[in-house]
């Protein structure tokens, strides 16, 4: 079966393929983790802020990348929300992400 993209996806795909290549090679996903580590009761605004841009290319992550610093980030949200009483959430926002 051969799928037929348009050459504006294909060339957007790389561009993206690109971009987080970059950031990688820069240690920004390790940064991210490092950020993630550090935090004292962050917002939950933020951590969406931070984590939001990774749904958008999570099909072009490699699986080092996701196994290596984005599972821990996720470890160490589930357990700061974890530790999150119910009138805590109820008082923060909780953002909202869609994907499109």
Not at 26 to 53: C, D, H, M, T, V
Not at 75 to 83: F, L, Q
């Amino acid at each position: 079966l051969s799928l037929s993209l348009p050459s504006f996806y294909l060339s957007f795909q790389g561009w993206l393929v690109d971009l987080i290549n970059i950031f990688g090679n820069e240690k920004g996903f390790s940064n991210l983790l490092e950020k993630f580590r550090s935090f004292e009761n962050p917002s939950l605004q933020l951590i969406s802020a931070y984590l939001q841009p990774f749904g958008f290319c999570a099909e072009l992550l490699t699986s080092h990348s996701i196994q290596e610093y984005l599972i821990p980030v996720l470890e160490i949200v589930i357990e700061y929300v974890g530790n999150m009483s119910c009138g805590e959430l109820k008082k923060k926002k909780v953002p909202t992400a869609t994907l499109r």
